[in-house]
């Protein structure tokens, strides 16, 4: 008898238990939603919960999102209870979307896009987001535009402490376009990753973040395009107070209208920004100010931006093109002390760049840039572009103008290809190893052209 009384007041003690945390949970998780959603701050998008309804296992809940115009409702049913070890909460939100907004395709349509989410007690969230593929039409004003939709999957991970976010998505495929015509939009594995850490010391985002997109494709009968095997890196790393940021995007093609490029890539740094100052004008800037305000607050900023002795490098731009290949790379470094009110640009400023390119597509560069200067003129003096007198004209520029690159010296022949060196140190410039101070109004005025 004393056995049976003692399991049962131990069941009815876990019973009430289970009971509590529940309630404890539903409690947490009501305070935490609602204060998310009341801290939450962006200059185009605006938040608010509409009602909140707490049960002892589950509660529901209703948010609104509102972004340039359009109105969003989240549905959320969130159970709090019980659940595993260490979980606070499992949330599952769909999107109220009218029918005849453009977002019901994706947001409220047989494919909707779906968020299950998981909370836990140290802080740490899980989010997977869902869509079906679905195809249909969408309403427009030039008639309705047919879809086919390959679904999405995406996943984001947030830790607490220290502070990271870790993600990916994966959308196979999205066709638009008119019903009846040759226009429209292919896009196909588009794919995304994302892994950062917040640094305590800057509050500053560091990380990698990976797009890859295997093709990109837009029919129109006049001007079609086409990408293929796009990967863009982007990452920003910390060195003790120095910031780091680097670019680099490779294309395996991209073609337009007549014009085709083959493997390109560009990489760009920004290197040894201070770190604080960096996120301090991070924290300052708001993309709803004028443009005159972003300067201004820029230019408040750049003394302390430029303590560490920042340097932009393009370390390297390439590209084949049928007309040959180019490669060009360039380094500016700042050597000064962030006072911008004395400013020397002659010892403050190094510069290096190099360039070389097949010398047929610098003629074909050199060909567009001079029909584009005698094509502005003959505008202006109602001269018939197809005569003749201005093909004569346009071939004896173009000529000349090469001529006069290979005699000044500003571009040097080797073998098939041209080249060009430049060089900014301590006041003086150099093109191709020769002093070019005297040629420096010149140099200027041929790149301002």
């Not at 990753?193 to 009968?221: C, E, F, K, N, Y």
């Not at 604080?276 to 408040?300: D, I, T, V, W, Y």
């Not at 029909?371 to 520029?397: I, K, N, T």
Request: hydrophobic share 40%; proline share 4%.
């Amino acid at each position: 008898m004393n056995m049976l009384r003692r399991l049962t007041i131990a069941a009815m003690f876990i019973g009430a238990l289970a009971i509590a945390s529940c309630w404890y949970a539903g409690q947490r998780i009501e305070d935490g939603f609602t204060a998310q959603l009341a801290h939450f701050q962006h200059p185009h998008l605006q938040a608010s919960l509409l009602d909140y309804r707490r049960g002892l296992l589950r509660s529901e809940a209703r948010s609104q999102w509102q972004y340039q115009g359009q109105t969003l409702t989240l549905q959320h049913r969130i159970q709090h209870g019980p659940l595993p070890l260490g979980n606070l909460a499992r949330i599952h939100s769909q999107f109220e979307v009218d029918p005849g907004q453009p977002l019901h395709v994706l947001l409220g349509s047989d494919s909707a896009l779906q968020i299950h989410s998981r909370v836990h007690l140290n802080g740490n969230q899980q989010h997977r987001f869902s869509s079906a593929p679905g195809q249909g039409l969408i309403d427009s004003r030039d008639g309705p535009i047919a879809y086919a939709w390959g679904g999405l999957q995406a996943e984001l991970h947030i830790q607490r402490g220290p502070r990271t976010i870790a993600g990916q998505l994966d959308m196979p495929s999205l066709q638009l376009g008119h019903k009846g015509d040759d226009e429209g939009l292919i896009l196909t594995g588009l794919q995304l990753q994302l892994d950062a850490q917040q640094q305590a010391q800057s509050q500053v985002w560091t990380g990698p973040l990976q797009l890859q997109l295997q093709t990109l494709r837009v029919d129109h009968p006049i001007e079609p395009a086409r990408l293929e095997g796009l990967s863009l890196h982007l990452e920003s790393s910390i060195d003790g107070e120095r910031l780091d940021i680097s670019h680099r995007l490779q294309l395996a093609q991209l073609s337009f209208e007549a014009s085709r490029l083959d493997d390109l890539q560009l990489d760009v740094r920004l290197g040894q920004l201070d770190a604080r100052a960096f996120a301090s004008l991070l924290k300052a800037l708001n993309p709803s100010q004028e443009a005159s305000q972003l300067q201004q607050q820029l230019l408040r900023s750049m003394p302390e931006l430029l303590v560490q002795q920042p340097y932009l490098a393009l370390q390297q731009l390439r590209f084949t093109h049928p007309q040959g290949s180019l490669q060009l790379s360039a380094r500016l470094d700042y050597q000064g002390n962030g006072n911008l009110m004395q400013f020397r640009p002659a010892q403050e400023l190094v510069f290096h760049a190099q360039l070389r390119a097949s010398a047929e597509l610098l003629k074909k560069m050199i060909a567009v840039q001079q029909q584009r200067e005698l094509s502005r003129l003959a505008e202006l003096v109602g001269w018939d572009q197809d005569s003749e007198d201005f093909q004569s004209l346009l071939d004896q520029s173009i000529h000349a103008q090469q001529q006069l690159l290979l005699q000044r010296g500003w571009l040097l022949e080797d073998g098939e290809d041209w080249l060009a060196e430049a060089r900014f140190t301590e006041g003086q410039l150099r093109i191709n190893g020769q002093p070019a101070n005297a040629l420096r109004g010149e140099v200027l005025k041929y790149l301002l052209r």
